[in-house]
Nanobody, 119 residues
Framework: QVQLVESGGGLVQPGGSLRLSCAASGRIATSYLMGWYRQAPGMQRELVATISSGGNTNYADSVKGRFTILRDNAKNTVYLQMNSLKPEDTAPYYC?????????????WGQGTQVTVSS
């Protein structure tokens, strides 16, 4: 099993910044994909950003140029630096880890951390 613990959410004014962290622990494979998703009320959960073990990144178009995903492999931790935040970024943000073992795909989710962008 893998456990994901998120931190760093909160209330921020439009144009402000927040940094989310997600620490993974447990039975973690050598190669895995980590990322962040969010789910606004009444909406489907959507990808925000992902990063591979090798550092390849992928971003939603809505956050490109504003958000940066970073990873510390030694600490099994992923960060999401969010700048120029907008009210439409408001949502709970969920950490995600995907890994493969013996040909099987395993996916894990954190409990979520709330990000609220409001004046």
């Amino acid at each position: 099993q893998v456990q994901l613990v998120e931190s760093g959410g909160g209330l921020v004014q439009p144009g402000g910044s927040l940094r989310l962290s997600c620490a993974a622990s447990g039975r973690i494979a050598t190669s895995y994909l980590m990322g962040w998703y969010r789910q606004a009320p009444g909406m489907q959960r959507e990808l925000v950003a992902t990063i591979s073990s090798g550092g390849n990144t992928n971003y939603a178009d809505s956050v490109k140029g504003r958000f940066t995903i970073l990873r510390d492999n030694a600490k099994n931790t992923v960060y999401l630096q969010m700048n120029s935040l907008k009210p439409e970024d408001t949502a709970p943000y969920y950490c995600n880890l995907v890994q493969w073992s013996w040909g099987r795909r395993y996916e894990y989710w954190g409990q979520g951390t709330q990000v609220t962008v409001s004046s």
